[in-house]
């Protein structure tokens, strides 16, 4: 806890601004942060105006300003009701509902008003989440094949290293657990770090920075992967956890997805913020694709085609993209001698077909996120 005037406001900048005058609360939100492993500071007010005794409006609106989330009791609504309107502002009171503390939400512009203890769960996850960072989440993309041996593992890697060497946190997940593991794919099967049935058990929140910390470091990109051991089914809260938490860390997050889609891989591609449907340009891959789609099309938010070339007469990307009915992400280069002993992963080559595949759609997909 930083108090008033503790001049260690920059040290806890990850944790949140408490603004109560009321113990019993405070003893309650104090608890919470230490659950949720953030450092909080407490202030008494926001002045409303400066010309406030020396140091309190500097020192107030600072870190009002600057914390990831501020939690204002009940009994403060009043006393910040002139601060400056902010994210991430929390109105929070303890006992019996109040109409009333509702309307003081709607005043200052509140995310959300709580009551505690029946809000407990989601405050601790809150306080976690701004304890991370609050930056933007991760750009998600998800890879699946319109038939097996399209490719989609192939572009997976690609992109997460691609997504690496242009400077961004990036993390490969691989949710097909009959793949045979992309940590084998990148050369790395005896790299050290937790495989997917160590998080088989997930249940509650996984936090970003932990789960990064724990997983194989391949080619400047984190990489969660598969072990050689029996088939581990993954339930479905596990992998929404764990994506989840992958989001939190920012950068990229690159997931191979499976053609069968459980509800496991439901729980991804509800999470991805586009999703890649690779299919060879082949007539019967055409036909297989169809059916893919058709599955992902109601689960994917944002599902498009990426061509695998060479492309034949009379079926080019275009073509096939509208045969499928979704739009053209791009057309797939074949590069040679991936399948050779003792060949770089795909996309390490930094001037190889993938490799500037790959330059190409971050170089595009960041663009629009930083556009909104």
């Known amino acids: 806890m930083w108090p008033e005037g503790s001049g260690a406001g920059e040290q806890g900048a990850g944790g949140p601004l408490i603004v109560t005058e009321d113990p019993e609360l405070l003893d309650d939100l104090l608890r919470l942060c230490a659950a949720a492993g953030a450092e909080a500071r407490v202030h008494h007010s926001v002045p409303e105006q400066s010309g406030g005794p020396p140091g309190g409006f500097g020192a107030g609106l600072a870190a009002w300003e600057s914390a990831p989330l501020v939690l204002v009791g009940d009994d403060a609504a009043a006393r910040v ?45 809150r306080i976690a989440d701004g304890a991370e960072g609050g930056g933007r989440p991760a750009l998600a993309v998800g890879v699946i094949g319109g038939r097996g041996g399209a490719g989609a593992s192939t572009l997976a890697c690609a992109l997460a290293v691609g997504a690496a060497r242009a400077g961004e946190r990036a993390m490969l997940i691989d949710a097909d657990p009959l793949g045979g593991g992309l940590d084998v794919l990148l050369g790395g099967e005896h790299a050290e770090g937790l495989r997917w049935p160590d998080f088989a058990g997930s249940r509650g929140r996984v936090g970003g920075g932990a789960l990064a910390d724990s997983l194989p470091e391949l080619h400047a990109l ?51 913020d586009l999703t890649l449907l690779v299919v060879p340009a082949e007539v019967r891959a055409v036909a297989a694709a169809s059916r893919v789609a058709a599955a992902a099309r109601g689960m994917a938010r944002d599902l498009r085609i990426v061509v695998r070339g060479p492309c034949p007469p009379g079926l080019d990307a275009e073509a096939v993209a509208g045969l499928l009915g979704l739009p053209l992400a791009g057309e797939l280069p074949v590069e040679a001698g991936l399948e050779a002993e003792g060949a770089q992963p795909p996309g390490v080559r930094a001037r190889g077909p993938l490799a500037r595949f790959a330059a190409g759609f971050w170089q595009r997909a960041l663009a629009g996120v930083g556009a909104g």
């Open 222 to 272: 984190r990489v969660l992967s598969w072990d050689r051991g029996e088939p581990v089914v993954v339930p479905p809260a596990a992998m929404r956890s764990v994506l989840a938490a992958a989001r939190r860390r920012g950068g990229a997050v690159v997931v191979d997805l499976p053609r069968r889609l459980d509800e496991g891989v439901a729980e991804v591609l509800a999470q991805l």
């Open 81 to 125: 009701r002139g601060a400056p309107r902010r994210g991430g502002l929390v109105l929070v009171g303890r006992g019996p509902d109040d109409p009333l503390l509702w309307q003081a939400g709607v005043e200052l512009g509140a995310e959300r008003v709580l009551r505690l203890p029946e809000s407990e769960a989601w405050l601790v996850d």
